[in-house]
């Protein structure tokens, strides 16, 4: 009977020796990767929507929007379609007049090119102004810039210059003027203009028509 029992007993070490070293590993991976993804799932932050008013701020920072500038050639300002203002590219003008014309960085420096976009980022303004009816407090949130430079092939700063058009976006608008982004670099603009700046706005109600 012992002689048994001994080898009932070696068997049964045998068996838990082979199966716990399979089962362990499978148990610690779980336990690791179930943590991970439980306690910290991913999601997306929303963003913090304001009813500020954007004409006062206007105001309150010496901001003068330029006129909107009629378009150059066979095309319109800007479109509303639904709650969305989809604006045509602005560039560098003053009251329907060009102000500057030239390469980046021959021309103009990434500092001065700067400066270039955020007019085109308030001509932007002006002709999201129209599309609102005058009131600029029907803006939801600035959705997406896209921004051009007219730059020498070994100009990199693009995002630097287009940054002029993003932080006039966030000061007047605040974190509603946060939005998507493309910068792109070309060999030559329109008008020979060293930047132009489109953009897509989202509105709190649909006035509806297009910009003429």
């Not at 920072?61 to 969305?84: D, E, F, Q």
């Not at 407090?137 to 051009?148: C, D, H």
């Amino acid at each position: 009977k012992l002689a048994i029992l001994f080898a009932m007993a070696c068997t049964y070490q045998r068996t838990a020796a082979f199966r716990l070293p399979s089962l362990a590993p499978s148990l610690t991976t779980n336990a690791r990767f179930g943590a991970q993804w439980n306690s910290r799932p991913f999601q997306v932050s929303p963003l913090k929507m304001t009813s500020a008013d954007f004409e006062m701020r206007l105001h309150e920072k010496n901001i003068v929007l330029p006129k909107a500038a009629p378009p150059a050639a066979n095309y319109v300002p800007y479109i509303v379609s639904g709650n969305y203002v989809y604006i045509a590219g602005q560039i560098p003008m003053i009251d329907g007049e060009l102000k500057h014309k030239g390469k980046v960085p021959t021309d103009y420096s990434t500092d001065e090119a700067y400066q270039c976009a955020r007019l085109c980022g308030l001509n932007i303004i002006s002709q999201l102004k129209a599309a609102c009816g005058g009131n600029l407090n029907q803006v939801k949130r600035i959705v997406k810039l896209v921004g051009f430079v007219n730059c020498q092939p070994d100009f990199y700063d693009i995002p630097k210059v287009i940054n002029g058009a993003s932080d006039l976006m966030v000061e007047v608008f605040g974190d509603a003027g946060r939005h998507a982004r493309s910068a792109v670099g070309s060999v030559s603009l329109p008008l020979n203009v060293p930047t132009e700046v489109e953009a897509i706005v989202e509105l709190r109600s649909a006035p509806g028509g297009q910009g003429v």
